[in-house]
T-cell receptor, first 111, second 113 residues
């Protein structure tokens, strides 16, 4: 299985952009990069996913390196409600595979 | 409202007892999953099912059992063979195995007393 590496924790100030990095140097050509987040005492929620091109949605942007060995989840203006654990995931077995969660990055947002 | 319902939210079990956690969905999704989460850790896959009457073991299936008799329901039984059952259990669904977005329930926190 391709593995991902994320920092254990990050801090941000409210209303500032946040860049959450993820390294996946063993990614294969067909692996999609998925991001989920988990608020305290809740189930994870889908944030975004992509293959090669940068992706945007209402929650965040995903910037994927040209060699696809790393990616960055961008929250354009952090709010207190964005404080959560963010998981970068490469589904096992390709795009149709199961989601296997690592420890993720715990994001703290300061007012 | 469409969604995933896990019940109960909190569950206490005595050692040596089996207990069943409920997961019901009205999203009409084919794929369903059970995960376990320990404090400060990520989620680990217990079992998954891509279609009714079929399911596969995940990474930590020992001590657990499931059934998938209906599309809407995927109950998880934690048996007495599970040595450390105290954990947060999460059920998830996807429209199908090939879809990207998974939807999670609110979880059941199981404590062995």
């Amino acid at each position: 299985d391709a593995k991902t590496t994320q920092p254990n924790s990050m801090e941000s100030n409210e209303e500032e952009p946040v860049h959450l990095p993820c390294n996946h140097s063993t990614i294969s050509g067909t692996d999609y990069i998925h991001w989920y987040r988990q608020l305290p005492s809740q189930g994870p929620e889908y944030v975004i996913h992509g293959l090669t091109s940068n992706v945007n949605n209402r929650m965040a942007s995903l910037a994927i390196a040209e060699d696809r060995k790393s990616s960055t989840l961008i929250l354009h203006r952090a709010t207190l409600r964005d404080a959560a654990v963010y998981y970068c995931i490469l589904p096992r077995g390709g795009s149709q595979g199961n989601l296997i969660f690592g420890k993720g990055t715990k994001l703290s947002v300061k007012p | 409202d469409g969604g995933i319902t896990q019940s109960p939210k909190y569950l206490f079990r005595k050692e040596g007892q089996n207990v069943t956690l409920s997961c019901e969905q009205n999203l009409n999704h084919d794929a369903m999953y059970w995960y376990r989460q320990d404090p400060g850790q990520g989620l680990r896959l217990i079992y998954y099912s891509q279609i009714v009457n079929d399911f596969q073991k995940g990474d930590i299936a020992e001590g657990y059992s499931v059934s998938r008799e209906k599309k809407e329901s995927f109950p998880l039984t934690v048996t007495s063979a599970q040595k450390n059952p105290t954990a947060f259990y999460l059920c998830a669904t996807k429209r199908g195995q090939g879809y990207a977005e998974a939807f999670f329930g609110q979880g059941t926190r199981l404590t062995v007393v």
